[in-house]
């Protein structure tokens, strides 16, 4: 038996920064690739290759499209769960950066309605099934991979980047498609919108040259010495921790809060109340912009005070805001949407988005964290990419329409906090002590320490 002071037996450098850069930029690649098809099914997507329909039904039917894309979510998270936990998160970053690259292309290929007939939508929701598969791994791989490698003390900080990457994406697909869609109607349905797709190949080239030499993880190469990692951990997971799994589902229906400002509301600015495409894009940059900074200072805040607290603050600030942004929407008040955009998803929505990397992650036991981080976000995330088309369907005529619409996020968002309020506090359990029952002990007692000091 090697001794424990040997060489051979040192724990494995941790390289956070590398790992941050990593996964901010395969992120930010990844999501850029997944939301420029949200911006296509909100602004081109219904019209050619649902042209026969009512333009209502269209739209609804171009955002189940984009729904359909979380159907797979949870397949792919029980697949390349037990991938990641069993050989390792390097392997599963790597593939699905490849398979939402190539996904993506082939979307901007493809031939519309016009031209083939029904196998068009066929097509396009066989590709967005691909990126749904691809997604399931990306943030749970990449968010496992930073908490892995960040120091004991910063762990919201360092995971906070795998989600201002995804930020990043949303900015760059937004971007791409803000000149596009200043074309004239006949060449953005024609070709122009098929740009933002081709140019996903240079995105995924940049993301791959970045992962190449990022190291596995500590945590996992400390497993997998020691020879702990389980033969099938899909099955570890729910025989030990099958209610943090129930609870990250919950918790992350809040994510209702991005696909309705992101696509919904875009949808309804531009078809419904007719406010330039480019304002509600511009609107759409700017918020993700003030995200970038909001989301690693929520993160560092919740260092320092804990997951559950900035968590909360988030989606209950989230269930209030959506109210007065939606009416400014209604009232075709340009000043005031980018007021309540920017407050909402720019700020508050922040303080969730930002610390749930490390507060889903510190739940689960190393030998199941990319399960249950994956399974538990991509069943909870099901709703939210349905919630376009739920909202589309709910909308009611008239200056008052919308409300149905922010009610649906204000119940959902609220479901998020309870769940929130019931899990443990973890900022302060040591990394080889999370997902374990002691741990859960021991912070609380820690906490009853603090508030009697």
Request: overall charge positive.
């Amino acid at each position: 038996m090697t001794n424990a002071s040997s060489p051979t037996s040192a724990a494995p450098a941790r390289s956070p920064r590398k790992a941050a850069l990593a996964s901010w930029i395969g992120s930010a690649v990844e999501y850029y690739d997944f939301f420029i098809y949200g911006t296509a099914a909100a602004l081109v997507f219904g019209k050619i290759f649902f042209p026969s329909f009512d333009p209502a039904v269209a739209t609804v039917a171009a955002f189940a499209t984009f729904g359909v894309g979380y159907v797979t979510r949870p397949i792919g998270a029980v697949i390349l769960g037990h991938v990641g936990d069993k050989f390792g998160r390097k392997k599963v970053l790597t593939f699905t950066l490849l398979l939402m690259g190539i996904s993506t292309f082939l979307v901007g290929a493809l031939p519309t309605y016009s031209q083939v007939g029904i196998a068009a939508p066929i097509m396009l929701v066989v590709l967005r099934l691909l990126q749904g598969l691809s997604a399931a791994g990306e943030q749970a791989g990449a968010n496992s991979m930073t908490l892995e490698h960040a120091p004991e003390h910063r762990r919201a900080f360092f995971t906070s980047f795998t989600l201002s990457g995804t930020q990043a994406g949303l900015i760059l697909a937004t971007l791409a498609f803000l000149p596009v869609s200043a074309l004239p109607e006949a060449d953005l349905l024609a070709w122009g919108w098929r740009i933002p797709f081709f140019l996903s190949a240079i995105v995924v080239v940049v993301g791959m040259w970045v992962r190449r030499t990022l190291p596995e993880t500590p945590a996992f190469t400390e497993e997998e010495k020691a020879r702990t990692t389980e033969a099938l951990p899909v099955a570890t997971l729910f025989r030990e921790q099958a209610s943090d799994v129930m609870r990250v589902v919950f918790c992350a229906l809040v994510s209702v809060v991005s696909t309705i400002f992101s696509v919904f509301t875009l949808s309804y600015a531009v078809n419904t109340m007719h406010i330039p495409k480019a304002t509600m894009l511009t609107v759409l940059i700017l918020a993700n912009i003030v995200a970038l900074m909001a989301i690693p200072s929520w993160a560092s805040l919740a260092d320092r005070i804990g997951r559950k607290p900035v968590f909360i603050l988030g989606a209950l600030g989230s269930a209030a805001l959506i109210w007065p942004y939606m009416w400014a929407i209604s009232q075709v008040d340009t000043t005031m949407i980018f007021v309540f955009g920017l407050l909402l998803s720019g700020v508050v929505y922040s303080a969730a988005n930002g610390v749930w990397p490390a507060f889903y992650g510190e739940m689960f036991d190393t030998r199941v964290r990319l399960s249950g981080m994956a399974i538990g976000t991509q069943v909870g995330f099901a709703l939210g990419g349905f919630a376009p088309t739920i909202s589309a369907a709910i909308l009611q005529p008239g200056a008052t329409g919308w409300v149905p619409v922010a009610g649906f996020v204000t119940v959902v968002t609220l479901v998020a906090a309870i769940a929130a309020l019931t899990a443990r506090e973890t900022f302060r359990t040591p990394m080889e002590q999370l997902g374990h029952k002691q741990a859960a002990n021991d912070d609380r007692a820690v906490d009853a320490r603090v508030r009697h000091a």
